[in-house]
Structures are given as structure tokens and as C-alpha cells.
């Protein structure tokens, strides 16, 4: 008995121990990041104060950049090649007051964001990236997939600085769904013909990457989720919970054009989820269907009238044309003056 108490307490100290190991890890990878950011934040004071001495003096910037760099390359070693001095320097100019600089952003998120040429755009992924704690990965599959200019068609120009300024807060269904959906991380030829169950399969094959075009806050319940009315079943395709709306969100998916039927059925779906699946803290659940093709006049028309919240978004399974989007939300933003 005092052997097994014995073992009890000493594996209770091993995972203790082990607790304390950890926690020391992170927090040395952590102290490593920030003085890595900060050393390079201050290499790019330094070579711009070199350059200006109070003016611009850019005619400077080549060789000096290629000088230091070859310099820096032979006293410290590697990471100092032309292009991280230049990094560093752009840095800098980004974020003049070390206090503006994210404690939670990598050098390497820093490195992506710097990238992105559009002011507005950075700013947003900024915010975004420390809001939802994206890998550095994540940071530029969003900036690939064009999340900003997506999110931002949908808003007039006060709603596209408040994305700049606070980020993507979810505090509705409607903020919640975006329209057009990527999909090219599923690697589906656009002539490929594909059935709907093979479609499903592609989506849960690549879980993680589809929860994080979803957004914040959903989580997988399941995939044919089994609904019995009677003696009738029902399959709906993919089930998650939105933990920050407190809902269901059930997801159908269509490879063709959405018809007046696919909102019907949806709607059955979200009144059997409201009075059988719902307890008491739920919300309303909420419905979208994923589409190749969408008639708008038709979904409007079917889906007036249903109190439910049924969306109709289209997929995509190619990166959008970002400059075509860029060009559209300067649209809004000079339009809206």
C-alpha cells in the first residue's frame, strides 16, 4: 500500500517536474523572440539614423545596405545578409516607438508583414494575427488567401477601418461568414469533377487548414451528423460549434447551384438542432450552405420570410485575384468620403 502511495507521489512530482520544464521552455523561447525583435528593431534605428542625421538621404541606402551586410556577415555570421538589413531598416520605419511593436509577433511574422505594401492591409493582419495567435504559416496563407480585401467587401469605409483598427471581432452570425470561402488548400483542379461526399472528404482530410478559413471560434462537431424525425433520417454534412456565439453552425454542402429546396432542408435542420440539440445557453444555431454557384435573386427569394439564419456562400477553389480586390475596396474607401 505504501509502495503504491510511494509511486503515486513520485509520479505526481515527475509530472510536476515536468510542468515546471515546460513552462521554463516557453518562456525562454519567448525572452529569445523579444530580444531577437527588439535587437533588430534597434540595428534598424541605428542604420536610419545613420542614413538621415535629420533628413532623408535614401540616395545612401544601397551601399550602405550591401556594406554593412558584408561587414555584419564577417564579425557575427549568418542572418545578416542585404536582404535582413533591409528587413530590419523597414522594420524600423514601420514602428518607430518600440512601444507600438506587438509583443506577441515572431521576427518572422514581422518579416511577413512586411510584405504586404498596402498600409490598411498590414495593420489588419497585424491585429488579426495577435488576436487569434497565428503561426507565422497561418499568417501568410491569410494574406495569400486575401482575407482583409474579402472581409472588407462586405463593409462600408467606417466598417473597413474599424477591421484595421480592432481586427475581425465575431459579435454576430453575419460577422461570422465570409463569401467567397477559399478552398485552394485542397488542391482540387477547378475542372475537376467532384461528387459532394468526395468534396466532404478533401475538407475533413484538411480540418485544420478549413477551421482556420472558417475564422475564431469554431470548433468540429462532426461530419453526417444524424438527425431522426419519425422514421425519416437526415445527414447533415459537417456540424461545429461557434464557442464565441454560443451556437450551433451546421454546414451543407452543394457542388452545384444552391435550388429553393437545399434552404428548405436547411431550414428542417435548424429547427431540429433548436428544439433537440440546443440547451439551455445556446443561441440560435445557424445555417450555411456552400456552394460552387449561387442565383442571388433565388436565395433571396427562398430564403425570405424563414426567421432562421440561413446563408448562402459561394466556394472557390483558386486564390482570388488580389489586385482586383485591392482595387475594389479603394473603391469603397474613396467612394464613402
Not at 186 to 204: D, N
Not at 219 to 232: E, L, V
Amino acid at each position: 500500500m505504501s509502495m503504491e502511495l510511494s509511486n503515486s507521489k513520485y509520479d505526481q512530482l515527475l509530472d510536476n517536474i515536468g510542468v515546471t520544464i515546460e513552462q521554463a521552455r516557453q518562456n525562454a523561447v519567448k525572452f529569445v523572440n523579444t530580444e531577437l525583435v527588439k535587437a533588430n528593431w534597434e540595428i534598424g534605428r541605428h542604420i536610419v539614423e545613420y542614413e538621415q542625421h535629420g533628413k532623408e538621404r535614401a540616395e545612401y541606402g544601397s551601399d550602405l545596405l550591401s556594406h554593412l551586410s558584408k561587414d555584419l556577415k564577417q564579425r557575427y555570421g549568418k542572418g545578416y545578409g542585404r536582404r535582413n538589413i533591409l528587413d530590419m531598416r523597414r522594420f524600423y520605419l514601420l514602428y518607430q516607438k518600440w512601444q507600438a511593436v506587438p509583443a506577441k509577433l515572431s521576427w518572422t511574422h514581422f518579416v511577413t508583414l512586411l510584405g504586404v505594401s498596402d498600409d490598411t492591409a498590414r495593420k489588419f493582419y497585424e491585429k488579426q494575427a495577435v488576436l487569434e495567435n497565428w503561426g507565422y504559416r497561418e499568417l501568410e496563407r491569410q494574406i495569400n488567401s486575401s482575407l482583409f480585401e474579402r472581409l472588407a467587401l462586405s463593409k462600408d469605409k467606417k466598417g473597413i477601418l474599424q477591421l484595421v483598427e480592432k481586427g475581425h471581432i465575431v459579435t454576430d452570425p453575419t460577422e461570422a461568414i465570409k463569401d467567397p470561402y477559399v478552398l485552394d488548400f485542397l488542391k482540387i483542379p477547378q475542372s475537376h469533377r467532384m461528387t459532394e461526399k468526395a468534396l466532404e472528404q478533401k475538407i475533413i482530410d484538411n480540418l485544420q487548414l478549413f477551421l482556420l478559413e472558417l475564422g475564431k471560434g469554431f470548433a468540429f462537431i462532426g461530419r453526417q451528423y444524424k438527425i431522426s424525425i419519425r422514421n425519416r433520417h437526415f445527414y447533415i454534412d459537417l456540424v461545429f460549434y461557434h464557442r464565441i456565439l454560443k451556437c450551433f453552425v451546421l454546414i451543407d454542402l452543394k457542388i452545384k447551384q444552391v435550388e429553393h429546396n437545399d434552404i428548405g432542408q436547411m431550414n428542417l435542420y435548424l429547427n431540429y438542432f433548436r428544439n433537440e440539440e440546443n440547451v439551455e445557453d445556446d443561441n440560435e444555431p445557424i445555417g450555411i450552405i456552400l456552394s460552387a454557384e449561387k442565383d442571388e435573386v433565388l436565395v433571396e427569394y427562398a430564403t425570405g420570410g424563414i426567421s432562421n439564419k440561413i446563408f448562402v456562400s459561394q466556394y472557390q477553389l483558386y486564390l482570388p485575384d488580389k489586385k482586383e480586390l485591392q482595387n475594389k475596396v479603394k473603391e469603397i474607401l474613396l467612394n464613402n468620403l
